[in-house]
């Protein structure tokens, strides 16, 4: 996660916030496996703490955390990366999973 946000900082030129986005699409690092590194270790975290606590409540929220992070990425993120960097978001869209990663990094050609 540590990575990711740093990647927005140093290569995107902005931060994962809406109200200060990046200048750049960051396609490199954990990206180049999963287009949403950041909500994917969110989730895995409060999954993997469900796990070890054994507590269920964790589970739910987990899920519904994950499905607030799945509408706001469909509605709002994707549509706005699409507008902001057209052709170069639309290749790495099509080439990289929006939640499950890659089992190989992508490559921009």
Known sequence: MVDAFAR???QGLGTPAPI?????LVVTGLYRYVRNPI??????IILGQAVLMG????IVYGALLWLFFH???VAYEEP???RTFGSEYEAFRAAVPRW????????LK
């Open 100 to 107: 499950i990663p890659r089992m190989t990094p992508w490559r």
């Open 55 to 58: 507590d269920w409540r964790l």
């Open 20 to 24: 200060a986005p990046t200048r750049n």
């Open 39 to 44: 909500y994917v270790a969110v989730v895995a």
């Open 71 to 73: 509408v706001f990425v």
């Open 80 to 82: 706005t990366l699409e």
């Open 8 to 10: 927005f900082a140093l």
